[in-house]
């Protein structure tokens, strides 16, 4: 059977494919209209559709439209509630509704052939569940956390898959959102709303969380697994910054307090369920499994042995978990996902022909792994384009920025060659069997970068690049099982500097969606510093 993904609602539009239960493409639109996050999250975007990503998932499976046996949409308009009662203030929300229930006559002119009547509405929150859920192997149960900004009406999900089958045993109503509270915030802090969250949680490691017990007041779980979020004055706490504006020890100490009163609630909803699960596995999803550091809070601090997060947890993985739902609905087999790198990938001689065009000198090396860390070890800034693009947003060794980790100096240059802020650290990618005696209390392996460690004291200083504020580091440990080229190259820069650590980046300039295709790859290589480009087999060296 073959069940189409789409996520077009809010924001992060994608489509996925689960071909006869396997998952053989997912891609998230902004990677082809290069427009970040897709579209801006307002109720007008809210009839675009994941067009160029859902004609690529078909194209990669040499399938039509036409060949498509159901479709499962991440949104089912028949929940939502009028706004009064969602205590939803926006006069324009009701055209979210309007737009998801004609979303099927949208996509079949879209997609021509497509059968409009095999388009299935899946609730938003089933549908991030699923992409946690049933992502990985069904044969041991496993409670299931969903928190993100909204969805119809909820903007959480507490339940447990049992047997591939979702039993929801907790949902909290908006307008109580753990999600829109934080998205707050960072439209306070002078940040992008629901874009730029992560750089809150970065900002959150240079203050002191001085705030938390009027955010203990306004924010708090109930006892029905649910929580409250009653609205926050936060000007009465902190000055609104303008995005020009330098930030202040108050905006970092507001950041901090409301990071850690996250983590708490988390915590709160985590024991809730497992009280009365009693799994050992948590898997998470939604927008809010997204904060590494929450993450990390829950695996260290809270009651399930081990924690799995889906890699695309924002709204691109319901398409995924769309797809997958509708699939477990009909009685498919599922297999697990076999990773995050489920994008566009190009052959070698699509990318020599491109190189060709582009009058590029470029050479293939005999050994490319042994090449790059040569450059890498010279203290090279290094663009690597291998394989299929990361679904989701981390950059994991598929379409990523890579630099030596021991010079500190190398965090400020890698900051500016994407025009990030300075306050942003950057990740170190390390060596699987080598992860345990650099970095500590996190879980290992962790493959999709979701959570933070504790960097060993005695290497803080001998890879100072990847190493935050507050000495911590979000980890992607290499198996070299999964990702063998990534880990010879790991292999050889070690073998160089001892270092089985590099820095790893996303690989696009600010306010741009990771580079995804050929074209983009040398659009940003010629744009900005980088030393030298590794795509496919080839090296193209700065001159
Ligand atoms: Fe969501």
Known sequence: ??????????????????????????????????????????????????????????????????????????????????????????????LRTTYAKEAPGFLADALPGLDRDKVRFVPHHVAHAASGGLAVSTAEPRSVLV???RGERASHLAGRYDGGRLDVLAGQRLPHSLGLMYEALTAHLGFLRSSDEYKVMA???????????????????????????????????????????DWTGAHADLAASVQRRL???LLDLARWLHERTGDRILTMAGGTALNC???????????????????????????????????????????????ADLGRGFTDQEIERALRTARLPYERPADLAEAVAEALADDGVVAW???????????????????????????????????????????????????????ARGPIPSPYMLFVHDVAPQWQDRIPAVVHVD?????????PAGEPLVASLLTAFERRTGLPVLVNTSLNTAGRPMVDDI???????GATPIDLLAIGPFVVRRP
């Open 203 to 245: 900002l959150a490691s240079y203050g002191k969380p001085r705030f938390l017990d009027q955010l203990r007041a306004a924010v708090r779980a109930t006892d029905d697994g649910g929580f409250v979020t009653e609205r926050i004055d936060w000007a009465e706490l902190a000055p609104r910054r303008r995005s020009d504006e």
């Open 385 to 439: 384009f291998q394989g299929r693009a990361e679904y989701g947003p981390r950059a994991l060794g598929h379409r990523s920025l890579l630099a030596h980790p021991g010079r500190k100096a190398n965090l400020e240059r890698l900051n500016d060659v994407k025009g990030r802020e300075q306050f942003r650290p950057v990740a170190p990618m390390v060596l699987l069997e080598r992860a345990p005696e650099i970095f």
């Open 471 to 479: 000495g911590t580091a979000r980890v992607q440990t290499v198996d």
């Open 1 to 94: 059977m073959r069940v189409l993904g789409i996520n077009a609602v809010f924001h992060d539009p994608a489509a996925a494919l689960v071909v006869d239960g396997r998952v053989v493409a997912a891609a998230e639109e902004e990677r082809f209209s290069r427009r970040k996050h897709g579209k801006r999250p307002v109720p007008f975007s809210a009839w675009e559709q994941p067009v160029e990503a859902a004609r690529w998932c078909l194209r990669q499976a040499g399938l039509t439209p036409g060949q498509v046996d159901l479709v499962g949409y991440s949104y089912d308009p028949s929940l939502v509630l009028p706004p009064e009662e969602m205590g939803i203030d926006d006069a324009w929300d009701h």
């Open 293 to 339: 550091v929450a993450n990390t809070v829950l695996h260290r601090e809270g009651p399930f042995e081990e924690v799995w997060v889906q890699p695309a947890a924002g709204d691109a993985g319901t398409a995924l978990g769309a797809a997958l739902h509708v699939a477990a609905t009909e009685g498919e087999p599922l297999e697990p996902m076999p990773g």
């Open 263 to 265: 983590e708490e609630v």
């Open 519 to 525: 074209k983009d790859v040398l659009e940003c290589f």
């Open 147 to 149: 928190c993100d900004g």
